[in-house]
């Protein structure tokens, strides 16, 4: 008899991830194949040595192999995570990866480094190595939760830097995906914000999101099937946060004014807008080679032949390279921009952030530092 469909539903979502995370491994190193490479360990695990060696590690585990890239998962000791660390140990066993994780100590709550060290103990239980937990500070800007998840991003960054990680695993859902799509939907932000979280993101692809087609209900019940204690963070339901607030009000609100099924479209709209998004990206970045004159400048009449939304990601990708930080840079503000292409009659130069200045000279728009 198999595991329950839970189990394997997680299971199969985070072995597709690690076939991934092979294949990119031995393509970078020029070794071999990663269906070659598993039944390579596979085999070194049954000789005498291998048995030998084994007989003195943790249960279960497989004999290290510097030749294997490492794969973390980031774990809070919710059920999304603790489920997708379960998930790791078991697969990474059978592909010839190393498995570690990290939990990241938020300092916001009493008591949290005391839950960060339990969480780092059962992730040792489940033969994950290396283990650690990370205590950040959290700062003000952009608000509670864009400073706690830039926190958190920051030290997942560290530690993959320091270990030598291939990739690290987040356990984000479906669930959590219609969720960033409605707070893009809510900022006005334009299709790229729509699409969500992506697959795979971060540098060189290093975060991987191997839960996104699967709910939350899924990977919960599969902790429960399992016995694996989680914790219930008190901040996923303290209406304070925004979040929080559309997860338990805003989102039931929409299934019952719509009927069930929201959860799912919402899912299917990020994709779409993320395929969307990744074309006019691509089409924008052809399309500045043609608007630059010999000196690198930006010629306001090429400009305004553009499509509005090519322009547009002109404009930001320029603003960008100028020093404007993305998360600062909001619609409004390539408006005002664009409008110096659009609907010149005059204006002054317009103060961006990053203390990056755009104005309308001779036919050209100069973007510089101010």
């Not at 991830?17 to 070194?44: C, I």
């Not at 030998?52 to 774990?75: F, I, K, N, Q």
């Not at 707070?183 to 692809?205: N, T, V």
């Not at 002109?314 to 100028?322: D, K, N, P, S, Y």
Request: charged fraction near 25%; aromatic fraction near 2%; hydrophobic fraction near 45%.
């Amino acid at each position: 008899m198999g595991p329950h469909p839970a189990v394997a539903a997680i299971r199969l979502a985070v072995r597709r991830v690690l076939h991934d995370v092979l294949t990119d491994f031995h393509r970078h190193a020029g070794h071999d194949r990663p269906a070659d490479a598993a039944k390579r360990t596979a085999h070194a695990a049954r000789t005498p040595h291998a048995e030998a060696a084994a007989a003195g590690s943790p249960r279960g585990t497989l004999p290290e192999r510097p030749d294997a890239p490492l794969v973390l998962v980031a774990c809070s000791g919710g059920a999304d995570s603790m489920a997708l660390a379960s998930a790791l140990a078991f697969e990474a066993r059978k592909l010839g990866v190393r498995a570690g994780g990290i939990t990241v100590d938020h300092n916001l709550q009493q008591g949290s480094a005391l839950r960060a060290d339990e969480v780092v103990t059962r992730l040792a239980a489940m033969d994950l190595d290396p283990v650690e937990a990370v205590a950040v500070h959290v700062g003000r800007e952009g608000g509670p939760e864009a400073a706690a998840r830039d926190a958190r991003y920051a030290a997942l960054d560290a530690a993959a830097e320091r270990h030598g990680a291939a990739a690290v695993l987040l356990g984000h859902t479906r669930d959590d995906q219609a969720e960033t799509v409605l707070l893009g939907l809510a900022r006005g932000s334009g299709i790229r914000s729509l699409s969500g979280m992506a697959a795979a993101s971060g540098p060189a692809g290093r975060y991987r999101r191997p839960f996104l087609q699967l709910d939350r209900q899924t990977v919960r019940k599969a902790c429960l099937v399992q016995s694996i204690p989680v914790w219930d963070d008190p901040h996923n339901i303290d209406p304070a946060y925004t979040r929080s607030r559309l997860r338990h009000e805003g989102l039931p609100a929409l299934e019952k004014a719509l009927g069930k099924g929201v959860v799912e479209a919402l899912a299917r709209t990020a994709q779409l807008s993320r395929d969307d998004a990744d074309a006019l990206d691509a089409w924008a970045a052809e399309a500045e080679l043609s608007v630059r004159d010999e000196t690198g400048g930006l010629e306001c009449a090429a400009l305004y032949a553009l499509p509005s939304a090519v322009r547009r990601r002109v404009l930001r990708r320029a603003l960008i390279e100028a020093g404007s930080p993305a998360g600062s840079l909001f619609a409004r503000h390539l408006e005002e921009v664009d409008r110096l292409i659009t609907g010149w009659r005059g204006q002054r130069a317009i103060n961006l952030p990053g203390r990056v200045e755009a104005t309308r000279q001779g036919g050209r728009l100069v973007i510089r530092q101010s």
